[in-house]
């Protein structure tokens, strides 16, 4: 699933003309009292993308290349939630892609957080039925391609910008209002947003609460497809890398249940999926996310072949 970065940069500088970059194994030294800076490999990968993206080097299916500054990572983690969920026991692995303060209260309750032999069971058919239909394992190669920008566009907020939307915040909850960053006063109006908005809504304030306390944040917007609702998923940037803030309002045997509820419309509706593995694995992903956020589908068992909007059947 990792991708090679640094085939990434060496494809770019010879399609660039030879141009010359300089790659470091791990990130520059920060001075002393200030934070620690951009890694030079990571300014180099996204420099290299910027200027690929200009010259039309790399799929158009490359969402990384134009999405989001870290789009490639918050595709990698919606990929492995989505493998975990048709892993046997992969309830636990699912928990360690969320933020440190949900995995520390849902694991207040590890034991409701293990595999039954019926949810290993309904797996298991999963897998079968999957390898049967697209003669290959549930496993996502190209997160970019499969997490289109059709499917699921990405807004990011550095630490300090303005906020962008409450965790939890689905369809119909409260939103805080975008206002300019790069200024005291945005900082001010940002942290009045965040209040307001967590104050109407239950649960945290992922973007909020990540820019107040310098952290970068993100929401995955995921559009209505396949017989399910739109879907914002919010994401932080914490020190082990980039995960999904949940709703305080899932503990652990609700997030179980969720699952084997999502993986058994899936299994349900194997006749209806579609032709096309890629926008099987969107469907599926789709299905289990709402599952998570505790949200149900447009109807029972609402898991059909209507592709993503601007896909093709």
């Keep these: 699933m990792k991708r ?47 200027e690929a993206a200009k010259v039309g080097i790399g799929s158009a299916d490359k969402a990384s290349e134009k999405m989001s500054p870290h789009a490639e990572q918050i595709h990698d983690v919606l990929a492995q939630v989505a493998e975990a969920a048709f892993t ?12 440190k303060a949900d995995r520390d209260r849902l694991d207040q309750n ?8 019926t ?24 997160e970019d391609k499969v997490f289109n920008q059709q499917f699921a566009s990405i807004d990011e907020a550095q630490a300090g910008d ?41 649960g945290t304030n992922a973007a909020g609460e990540a820019t107040a306390k310098n952290r970068d944040a993100a929401i995955v917007r995921i559009a209505a497809s396949h017989g399910m609702p739109a879907l914002d998923v919010p994401f932080v940037h914490e020190t082990t890398g980039w995960r999904i803030d949940i709703p305080d309002s899932v503990d652990s045997a609700k997030l179980k249940a969720n699952i084997q ?36 589908a447009k109807e029972a068992g609402a898991l059909d072949t209507g592709t993503t909007p601007g896909t093709a059947k």
């Design 119 to 142: 949810l290993n069971g309904r797996i298991a058919e999963l897998q079968k039925d999957w390898k049967d239909k697209y003669n290959q394992s549930f496993d996502i190669k190209d």
């Design 261 to 296: 509820t999502a993986l058994t419309d899936i299994g349900e509706m194997k006749a209806q999926w579609a032709p096309d593995a890629d926008e099987a694995y969107r469907a599926a992903t789709h299905r289990v996310l709402l599952g998570i956020f505790d949200k149900p």
């Design 4 to 50: 090679n970065h640094l085939a990434i940069v060496a494809a770019a500088a010879f399609a660039l003309g030879g141009a010359s970059f300089v790659l470091a194994e791990d990130n520059t030294a920060a001075p002393p009292g200030n934070p620690q800076p951009q890694g030079t490999v990571e300014k180099t990968e996204q420099g290299v993308r910027n």
């Design 162 to 202: 303005a906020a962008r939307t409450a965790s939890g915040t689905v369809n119909g909850d409260t939103t805080a209002t975008p206002v300019a960053p790069n200024s005291a006063a945005s900082d001010q109006a940002a942290r009045k947003a965040d209040d307001a908005a967590g104050a109407a809504a239950s």
């Design 110 to 117: 590890k034991d409701a957080l293990k595999n039954d032999d």
């Design 88 to 99: 046997k026991n992969g309830v636990t692995d699912i928990v360690e892609r969320f933020t």
